[in-house]
């Protein structure tokens, strides 16, 4: 198979997938990028090539970035399977304190994306944000204080809270040592193929507030 043979395919892979990861019909996306069905349906299969200005209305409709369509078919737009196992290890969020450890979702057309997050000793979340989309937080050891839309409320091990992320948010270690938190951010469907740093997470956040706070 040459070069080109296997781009096109590539490209076609990563076209189908973006479009039934975002739930669009052949005719749907067809019509809205000016194209005819018979068309895309090749260009899906590679049996077709695009030009550029066809390839960047077909990212539009999709919402994707028009480099998403040169990744290689091994990068998925959308997860299908991911595991992940328990010698996983923790990442330290720079000059935050914070770890994490990132257990699954986060491609560019997945609405979930999950973390294992742990708070350092007696520091706390500083600034206060706001994003589209919900996120869910288990805490599973220590306790943390989460403040939504002036109203405070503490975890303890075994509870949890649901949020529209909209809401004024923010979030703080309560106890005397670490907490250990599963959080699950769901994106709205309107993000899909946005860019995940777009939707920012509040304890990445912090490290830009510690950078404000350092400046002179």
Known sequence: MDKVTQAAREIGTRLRSARIGAG???ASVARQ???S??????????QAVASIANLIQLAEVLGLGLHELFQSASAPAKT??????ADGGLKDVAATGYRFRHLGGGAPLDRLEVFHL????AKGMPAT?????????YVLSGEVLFHVDGAAHRLKPGDGILIDS????RAENAGRGQAHVLMTVARPAEAAGAQIAEW???WHLATSTEKEKARP
Do not use: N
């Open 37 to 46: 069905e018979s068309f895309l349906s090749r260009l899906e299969r590679g």
């Open 166 to 169: 909209q809401l004024p948010h």
């Open 118 to 121: 742990v708070f350092p000793r």
């Open 129 to 137: 944000v706001s994003h589209p989309g919900q996120e869910h937080c």
């Open 24 to 26: 669009l019909t052949l």
């Open 33 to 35: 990028a000016g194209l």
């Open 80 to 85: 299908r399977v991911a595991v992940h196992r």
């Open 200 to 202: 920012p997470d509040w």
